[in-house]
């Protein structure tokens, strides 16, 4: 039986492929009306994960797997009858089709008991070109269109027939930066005025964390964590998720006492260590940390500025580490700072400076997930 | 296929020029040259004697064979083009290769041995010979006999036009259309068959120029039985064997001018087919 | 419900799969095995002495000849003919591109009577030829005249694309590190086309070893003289002797495929051979 109230669970879904596992065992419920983002890299399962919801293959056969879309399992529906709107990558128009034609198609090929007569849906139609602003595009072909133009036509079809579910596999990815950015919010907008529960993969961070209410990072086959866009970049569940989403910089240590302790830095660990001894691994976002120009206090280490960049609304210090203690930090620490800081501290390149920890995060080393 | 600009020649005017003529006079001296002999072969004892010979009763009852011959194998062709290329590029199964390999065959086989098949299977002798004749059924010899050779010869031509085109279409469209809610023959209606259409026509247009003319597999399997088992090639054979020389050329012509039309429809489908493929090309960018 | 090794959404697999299996089996399949069993039911006396008898063998020679001379006449021409299509713009250069497909379009019957009428003694070109003592018509040389014509496009559309195809900068390259347009050619550009020469005239052979109705017109058919090897399986079939017929056959196909399938695996043994050399 479905969980109560979730718009989609997919539950202990696998997926191989010949001998290589593309889902292992994956469970992720989603609520009506929720944007969820799937995000990682190729390979992690995500597009899997959307097509097996959107029926287009089967999962493993196993006795608890299953896949419910409003309460119904859809194994037990015909894909024509399970009202899923699907956005492809590359649009997949019907191109001998006008724009109009194409949105119309789910209409037309409705039964004809539940099919709307030519009036209802040439209105419908074209409340739809307006929502995606290309009513004067009707009558023209797929061919004739830009990359940003179709994938708005693609998804107006997908809404027309009403879908109980939204699935849109990395939609964006096949347009440059620009209209991609456009694209995101006009999304995010839309989803605003019919909120119809949907589903998104992708691979680019900045358009889960944007456009998702909620975002499952996913990688080689599982969902590494599933949370809001807050939650899964302040506060990663593990290793993979706070090196896939921003920058970081890892430092490695040893666990003495309780705490994370590298070179005289010493660091509360997200959850208790267990075992003195331990090497540790700590991530650190470019925002973390401070610079110092002399030590306030022991916690600091000792760093050479190497390069300093304004990058928009944040300066950005390369630095590397003069400690002779063995730090155990890769070559360069990267350091962001307001420009305001920047001022304050009027540090330049080859200046010997004190880097210091405000936040950090731990793993040991053979976390797992 | 990339449109190439045809400036990109290095070679000197007058070896350009020397190539070009080497060509055309080949060409006309090998290729022309027939087709002018057949109308002119034809004429040459003037219209009358021409126009007696094509309305003539047993080269009527021919061109009514091919006809139906024609409709016959290109209907049943058609058909299993269709199911093929539908089966081979919307689905991955093993032994598609060997599948391709197998509907090529009847390509690499020589027009005799395509009738010679059929008159081992249904001829007296054949391995169905004493049963066919205890139920009075005649395939060799017969109408039937000359419809399955033709069936035979022209099998891929339909087949070999859509394949490539459609696995290269890929099935994200199908796929589309099936989540839009359409059922299956819908889904070939609306959406497969206007991206196959021109490749269609082709195909057909192809496997019926090579119905009509064939010689070789129909002689085998006919017994040139005039008026009723010979279809216009034959009655080619027939007419020339006994030194009707006009009349045979002025059959001939009406071949010819059929081989002719084929081959403007085919100039025309391919550029239509061509210009149809540019805009898609811009689209996979 | 999908059957279980189907993934996909898309339906009518079992129905177009299954009905393509049955029709290929029952048009191709079961009539060539006919071919097989009716071929090796014989002893292999009978099997020799319709396969390798005199007139048989005679009729083999100028079968392979005849077809092998008429094919490489063809990869000359034909390569030049695809040359000037697909590099060079002239007057009429489209209609020459239609009659290219021409003798592919043309019924064999036809294209056989009308090389006869050109060729023979009165004909527009045998009138010219016979002063010089060459007779066309009726003689060994007037197959391969037929072969030549039949097999003219097989090879022109299999280098054509591949002519069209070749890359620009290539050529361009030769040139500027101090080629002559000649070397280019021996040295960039044939070797480029070789394998679409090679696969032309392949299928240009394999298609003349058996052809019958463009060619039993011109060459007078006479035992151990001008008689091809598909006209003695017609003649051995007239006479009632389907095992003798089968031998035959069986030969041909079997050479048609030893000639495709060597030449197939010539050319993915070369391709193999670059990619090794350049790995």
Excluded at chain 1, 24 to 33: C, E, F, K, Q, T
Excluded at chain 1, 83 to 108: K, P, T
Excluded at chain 1, 342 to 361: C, M, P, W
Excluded at chain 3, 189 to 209: E, M, S
Aim: aromatic share 8%; hydrophobic share 50%; proline share 5%.
């Amino acid at each position: 039986m479905a969980q109560a109230g979730t718009a989609i669970e997919a539950r202990r879904v696998s997926r191989t492929f010949g001998s290589w596992p593309a889902l292992r065992d994956v469970s992720l419920a989603v609520n009506h009306g929720e944007l969820v983002a799937l995000l990682g890299p190729s390979g992690s399962g995500k597009t899997t994960l959307l097509r097996i919801i959107a029926g287009l293959e089967q999962p493993d056969p196993h006795p608890e797997t299953a896949v419910f879309i409003n309460g119904v399992d859809i194994s037990r529906q015909r894909p024509d009858e399970r009202r899923v709107g699907f956005v492809f990558q590359h649009y997949a128009l019907f191109r001998h089709m006008s724009v109009f034609e194409n949105i119309a198609f789910g209409l037309r090929v409705r039964p004809k008991n539940t099919r709307p007569i030519e009036k209802e849906i040439r209105r419908r139609v074209g409340e739809l070109l307006e929502l995606i602003q290309l009513g004067r595009w009707a009558n023209q072909y797929p061919s004739q269109l830009s990359g940003g133009q179709r994938q708005r036509v693609a998804l107006a079809r997908a809404l027309a027939i009403e879908p109980n579910v939204l699935l849109l596999d990395e939609p964006f990815g096949a347009l440059d930066a620009r209209v991609r950015q456009e694209l995101r919010r006009w999304l995010r907008a839309l989803h605003a005025r019919i909120p119809v529960t949907s589903v998104l993969v992708t691979h680019d961070q900045e358009e889960a964390l944007e456009v998702a209410d909620r975002v499952a990072v996913m990688n080689e086959g599982r969902i590494e964590q599933f949370g809001t866009p807050d939650e899964v970049f302040h506060h990663p569940a593990s290793e993979f998720v706070v090196t896939f989403l921003g920058n970081v910089n890892l430092f490695h240590g040893r666990v003495e006492s309780g705490k994370a302790v590298i070179g005289r830095l010493a660091v509360d660990a997200s959850r208790a260590l267990p075992a003195n001894g331990d090497s540790a691994r700590v991530f650190v976002r470019p925002h973390e940390l401070d610079i110092e120009v002399h030590q306030t206090n022991g916690a600091s280490v000792r760093a050479r500025v190497l390069r300093i960049q304004s990058a928009g609304s944040l300066v950005r210090v390369e630095l590397t580490p003069e400690d002779d203690e063995a730090l155990g930090a890769e070559d360069t620490i990267n350091v962001e700072l307001t420009h305001e800081r920047y001022r304050e501290l009027a540090i330049h390149n080859g200046d010997s400076v004190f880097v210091r920890l405000r936040d950090a995060r731990v793993f040991l080393e053979d976390y797992t997930i | 296929m990339l449109i190439r600009p045809r400036s990109r020649h290095t070679e000197p005017p007058w070896l350009r020029f020397t190539i070009i003529l080497v060509a055309a006079s080949f060409v006309a001296v090998l290729v022309l040259l027939p087709v002018i002999a057949v109308f002119s072969e034809a004429l040459r004892k003037g219209l009358a004697v021409y126009a007696a010979s094509i309305t003539d009763h047993d080269a009527l009852s021919a061109l009514r064979l091919t006809l139906l011959t024609a409709a016959i194998s290109v209907t049943a062709n058609l058909v299993f083009g269709l199911a093929a290329s539908w089966a081979i590029a919307k689905f991955d199964f093993p032994g598609k290769s060997t599948l391709l390999s197998l509907i090529d065959l009847p390509f690499a086989v020589s027009p005799v041995i395509s009738g010679l098949v059929f008159v081992l299977l249904f001829g007296a002798q054949g391995f169905f010979g004493q049963w066919l004749i205890d139920h009075n059924v005649q395939i060799v010899f017969a109408e039937p006999g000359v419809i399955l050779a033709t069936i035979f010869v022209t099998f891929p031509f339909v087949a070999r036009e859509l394949i490539p085109l459609m696995q290269e279409q890929g099935t994200e469209e199908e796929e589309a259309a099936v989540l839009l809610g359409a059922r299956g023959w819908q889904v070939f209606r609306r959406v497969t068959l206007p991206n196959i259409r021109w490749a269609l026509l082709y195909g057909v247009v192809l496997c019926n120029a090579r119905a009509m003319g064939e010689f070789g597999a129909v002689s085998v399997v006919s017994g040139h039985i005039r008026g009723r088992t010979n279809t216009l090639p034959l009655h080619v054979e027939i007419l020339y064997n006994e030194y009707n020389f006009r009349a045979a050329f002025a059959v001939a012509s009406l071949l010819t001018l059929l081989a002719v039309v084929t081959l403007i429809v085919k100039t025309l489908l391919e550029w239509k087919t061509r210009a149809d493929e540019r805009p898609l090309m811009l689209e996979k960018q | 419900m999908s059957p279980a090794r189907q993934h996909t959404v898309i339906p009518g697999f079992g129905l177009t799969l299954g009905y393509t299996l049955t029709y290929l089996s029952l048009i191709v399949l079961i009539p060539l095995a006919a071919l097989v069993v009716k071929g090796t039911a014989q002893s292999w006396a009978h099997f020799s002495d319709a396969a390798f008898d005199p007139r048989t063998l005679a009729a083999w020679r100028l079968t392979f000849a005849t077809a092998f001379i008429a094919s490489a006449i063809n990869a000359v021409f034909g390569l030049i003919v695809a040359w000037a299509l697909a590099r060079y713009e002239f007057p009429g250069r489209r209609m020459l591109d239609a009659l290219i497909d021409l003798p592919f379009a043309l019924p064999t019957a036809v294209s056989g009577i009308a090389l006869t009428a050109i060729y023979s003694q009165n004909g527009w070109i045998g009138r010219l030829l016979e002063p010089l003592g060459i007779k066309a018509a009726y003689s060994p040389l007037g197959i391969v005249i037929a072969l030549t014509f039949i097999g003219l496009p097989f090879i022109v559309r299999s280098v054509q694309p591949a002519i069209e195809d070749l890359d620009a900068a290539v050529e361009e390259a030769a040139v500027l590190l101090g080629a002559t347009r000649w070397q280019t050619l021996r040295r960039v550009i044939l070797p480029a086309l070789q394998p679409a020469l090679v696969a032309g005239f392949a299928t240009a052979f394999a298609r003349a070893l058996g052809e019958y109705g463009s060619v039993i017109f011109i060459s007078g058919n006479m035992p151990m003289k001008t008689e091809i090897a598909s006209l003695l399986i017609v003649t051995r079939l007239e006479q009632f002797d389907y095992p003798g017929a089968a031998a035959i056959a069986l030969l041909m196909l079997v050479s048609s495929f030893v000639v495709l399938f060597a030449v197939n695996a010539g050319q993915w043994w070369a391709a193999r051979r670059r990619q090794g050399r350049m790995a």
